[in-house]
């Protein structure tokens, strides 16, 4: 995301800023450390490591690639 950031790519402002935005959220549903995943483990009795490297890893992904492919997509009707 920083080299895009740089200011030298060919990317809308406005779609950069919803890249990461996704990778955040993709990042927070993968991580064993984030609240979201450590508060739900609490709630519902589960390990964060099944928690976060079950399918909820797949759905991360998913979210990522799709939101990327997304963001592809409007940034070439964009400019």
């Known amino acids: 995301m920083t080299i895009f950031s740089g200011g030298g790519a060919d990317v809308h402002p406005a ?4 890249a990461h935005l996704i990778a955040w959220g993709a990042g927070a549903m993968a991580s064993i450390a984030s ?7 609490g709630l519902f009795i589960v390990s964060t490591h099944k928690l976060a490297f079950g399918k ?7 979210y990522a690639l799709g939101g990327g492919i997304v963001l592809t997509l409007l940034n070439n009707f964009m400019w």
């Open 15 to 18: 779609l950069l800023v919803e």
């Open 35 to 41: 609240l979201s995943v450590i508060s739900t483990s």
């Open 56 to 62: 909820n890893i797949l759905i991360a992904f998913t």
